[in-house]
């Protein structure tokens, strides 16, 4: 018998945190600037708007309300700590790439510190960006010296909305047009943003070109709710009986919502209710219900639409019927923890059928899971889908450094506690 409460009612989840640092440092360009609300509440974002404040550039906030514009102050650079928040550091070397005078050094936690950043430095490199860093400037600590870009064409190996969005940042102060060619489609944020406030963009098919516009326009919006953080109410209410949940405001944009498209694949039924578009994305409500759920495929052409949600499916795949199968997903060992191992590590302590791939998983549902004592490694996503873990399980599931959670959603163990009635 299930000791967890059904989970009920709505919840507002935090804005969306890969919005908010592209508002933050696009309001950081205008002069008019940005004013948002919702702005996430998760450490990383605050992490952006704390290095552009330490820019120079004019920084409010308010709660969930945020203002950022460029401000009287000439920006000479100084040293940016990126904390645990890979979008923040690697947005930040195209960001300020191309602007001469400045010198710059970006640093992170031990966790940012062992991620990969010569995929933003070399392309960047290719416009003519002067950024040396740790072993060759693949590793953070990275230095900055601002100059001139020119514009280019830079194929991305790995589909990657980090590195695009930092090339489509560079290419706003370049001297020519810059065209990121993307293998697969990532989050198209920082695209629709620009676009929103009136910066003109080229968008074919698998490329996007941006031309020199050193100023956009600022403007006033309300960030959506992130659909990362709904993800796990969603999977939460999917597996607790019982459960209705209504999800109010969330970003719906199909370049995020990958989970439900696999979701949906495997049997669960989810109500949809769009809502106004905001800041050029489109909202709704999601309504969610417990669903059977069967095994299925993911591979390689969608896991860019679902890569932080990886997690929380390899939870919802335990307790599906037959095998679900996650392949192409190697970019999971780069994420802030290697996501592959700490996930296959920590379902298997709670007896889940789980085998470890290279570049994903096979995991065979319908095993009851049990309670244990699991590892974040410092992971927010990994924290967060161990707790959804947590409330199918028969036993108490301890999972060390929780704490985590803070960078993208702080109140969610509370939350969850709250409504689960789960320790
Ligand atoms: C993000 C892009 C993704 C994602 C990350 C946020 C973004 O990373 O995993 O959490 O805001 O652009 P990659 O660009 O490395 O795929």
């Not at 919005?19 to 950081?28: F, Q, T, Y």
């Not at 969930?64 to 650079?77: C, K, T, Y």
């Not at 789980?354 to 049990?370: C, F, K, M, Y």
């Not at 974040?376 to 704490?403: K, N, P, Q, Y």
């Amino acid at each position: 018998m299930s000791r967890t409460e059904p989970i009920r009612g709505e919840i507002v989840v935090p804005g969306d945190k890969s919005i908010s640092h592209r508002a933050a440092l696009v309001g950081a360009l205008s002069k008019e600037g940005i004013a948002v609300e919702h702005f996430s509440t998760g450490a990383d974002c605050a992490g952006t708007l704390s290095c552009l404040s330490r820019l120079g550039y004019a920084v409010a906030r308010e709660g969930e309300q945020v203002r950022v514009r460029r401000g009287d102050a000439s920006i000479e650079g100084g040293v940016l700590d990126a904390g645990n928040s890979g979008t923040t550091a690697r947005l930040l070397c195209g960001f300020l790439a191309g602007m001469p005078g400045l010198f710059a050094v970006i640093t992170g936690d031990e966790s940012l510190s062992r991620r990969p950043m010569s995929r933003v430095v070399d392309p960047l490199r290719t416009l003519g960006a002067r950024i040396d860093g740790r072993d060759g400037g693949r590793r953070l600590p990275l230095s900055i010296r601002g100059t001139r870009l020119s514009g280019g064409t830079y194929t991305l190996p790995v589909a990657s909305a980090q590195v695009k969005s930092a090339l489509l940042l560079a290419g706003l102060s370049a001297q020519g047009s810059v065209t990121v060619v993307e293998p697969r489609k990532s989050r198209d944020h920082t695209e629709r943003l620009l676009e929103h406030l009136g910066v003109p963009l080229r968008r074919e098919k698998g490329s996007v070109t941006v031309f020199p516009f050193e100023e956009p326009p600022g403007g006033s919006w309300r960030i959506p709710g992130d659909f990362s953080s709904a993800a796990f109410w969603i999977v939460a209410a999917a597996l607790v009986e019982g459960s209705e949940v209504t999800l109010p405001g969330v970003n719906l944009n199909p370049t995020r919502t990958g989970l439900l498209a696999v979701l949906e694949r495997m049997g669960l039924r989810c109500g949809i209710v769009p809502s106004s578009p905001s800041g050029g994305e489109p909202t709704g409500t999601l309504t969610v219900r417990p669903s059977p759920l069967r095994g299925t495929v993911v591979d390689a052409d969608e896991v860019p639409l679902l890569v932080d949600e990886l997690p929380l499916l390899a939870v919802a795949a335990t307790q599906a019927e037959g095998v679900t199968e996650v392949r192409g997903a190697g970019e999971l060992r780069l994420k802030e923890s290697d996501r592959i191992e700490a996930v296959a590590e920590g379902l298997r302590t709670l007896g889940a059928d789980i085998e470890e791939l290279d570049d994903g998983w096979i995991i065979r549902g319908g095993h009851p899971l049990r309670g244990g004592a699991v590892a974040s490694r410092g992971d927010h996503r990994v924290a967060m889908a161990l707790a959804v873990a947590g409330l199918v399980a028969a036993g108490d599931v301890e999972i060390d450094d929780a704490d985590c959670v803070f960078v993208s959603y702080p109140g969610f163990l509370d939350e969850l506690r709250k409504r689960s009635g789960r320790p």
